[in-house]
Each structure stands twice: as C-alpha cells, then as structure tokens.
T-cell receptor, first 114, second 116 residues
Framework: DTAVSQTPKYLVTQMGNDKSIKCEQN?????MYWYKQDSKKFLKIMFS???????INETVPNRFSPKSPDKAHLNLHINSLELGDSAVYFC?????????????FGPGTRLLVL | AQSVAQPEDQVNVAEGNPLTVKCTYS??????LFWYVQYPNRGLQFLLK??????LVKGSYGFEAEFNKSQTSFHLKKPSALVSDSALYFC??????????????FGKGTSLLVTP
C-alpha cells in the first residue's frame, strides 16, 4: 500500500564506493523528486523529473546521477562516495510539476559513509 | 527566490493547551505554502497547504493554519495539543528550481514537544 517507497532504508558503506538508492511511487504521479536532509535536518532539493524528463537539477556534485526509467521510478546513483554524502535522502512525487501540487514523501534512505 | 523562515527552534506546550508553530514567508507574487510533519526516523507527512481562497486552512490530525498577507505569516495551529503531536514541523514554499521545475523550499524546522 505504500505510496512512495524507497530501498534501501539504511545504507552503510565505505568512502569511495558507488551506491544506488531506488524510489517507486504507485500514485500514478508524473513528477518525482530527490531531496537531501543533512545532519541539522535541513532539507534541500536535488533533482526532479517530470514524465521521465529532468526538470530540476540543482547545484549537486556530478557524482550524483538520477535516472528515471519510467514515470513511477526515480533512482539515485552516487559515485565515489564521500563522508559529506552522509545524510537522509528523500524521494517525493506529485501529480504534476505545477506550483499548487502537493508533494508526497517516501520514508527516506539513511546513508552513512565511513 | 521564495523563502520561509521558522523563527523558533523548539516549541514546548502542555497537553491539552493550544499550540502555534510560526512561519513567515518572503515571496514575489502569490505564495504557495505548505506544512509538513516529520516523526523520528520517518518521512515527511503532508499536513496542509495554502494555494488561494480562505485564509484559514484546515488539514490533517486537527491542524489548521492561518494565512496572513499583511504579516506575511502562515502559522500552524491546533486548539488542543496531544503528546503524539511531538515531532519536527516544516513550513515550505513552492519555488522555481533550476531548469523548468518547481520544488519546495523548506524552513529549518521547529521541534514541537508536548508534555503530559
């Protein structure tokens, strides 16, 4: 029944590794997002896709690469992980990209880089 | 860029008392404002939003928010707090991101503690 799901929930890895986080939504939404929540709980947009097209690409190291194989999925691949990448990554979706649309969030993926 | 500010890091209230979590906004044009709640080790849950129309917006779990244009505020309120309302509350404004999309710009969050 989960509307927006993410896997894995927890990810512990070594510096320099490459990892992926997967997100799926079953709401029939067209637009999906990745947000990063840092250790101070501050939330910041990273990427957004609408109907598999990239529409937001904020100032994020190019080690981060999103991929949307279809409207229901948005994955995040991170190369050469660094200590500073440790954070909680949230996926979200909305009906469309318009201003009035509500975004619904997944449970988050807690990434710890050692 | 559109932004919101949450002036309080923490709000403490006794169970049964009314609660207010403050949010002010800075936007050009019409604001699209949202409140979310985050319980420990959980994702963000949508509470309510203001798009246009009535200044008093009713949301989930008995919460409401009052949009005040003259004071550029969008405070979250509840008439009677529950211990289970203890969580981290985020105010957010929809803003244009890079390229052609719109994202949420969040405030820093306010931790609400309701004591029995």
């Amino acid at each position: 029944d989960t509307a927006v799901s993410q896997t894995p929930k927890y990810l512990v890895t070594q510096m320099g590794n490459d990892k992926s986080i997967k997100c799926e939504q079953n709401l029939g939404h067209d637009t999906m997002y990745w947000y990063k929540q840092d250790s101070k709980k501050f939330l910041k947009i990273m990427f957004s896709y609408n109907n598999k097209e990239l529409i937001i690409n904020e100032t994020v190291p190019n080690r981060f690469s999103p991929k949307s194989p279809d409207k229901a999925h948005l994955n995040l691949h991170i190369n050469s992980l660094e200590l500073g990448d440790s954070a909680v990554y949230f996926c979200a979706s909305s009906q469309g990209p318009q201003l009035r649309e509500t975004q619904y969030f997944g449970p988050g993926t807690r990434l710890l880089v050692l | 860029a559109q932004s919101v500010a949450q002036p309080e890091d923490q709000v403490n209230v006794a169970e049964g008392n009314p609660l207010t979590v403050k949010c002010t906004y800075s936007v050009s044009g019409n604001p699209y404002l949202f409140w979310y709640v985050q319980y420990p080790n959980r994702g963000l849950q949508f509470l309510l939003k203001y798009i246009t129309g009535d200044n008093l917006v009713k949301g989930s779990y008995g919460f409401e928010a009052e949009f005040n244009k003259s004071q550029t505020s969008f405070h979250l309120k509840k008439p009677s707090a529950l211990v289970s309302d203890s969580a981290l509350y985020f105010c957010a404004v929809r803003d244009r991101g890079s390229n052609s999309g719109y994202a949420l710009n969040f405030g820093k969050g306010t931790s609400l503690l309701v004591t029995p």
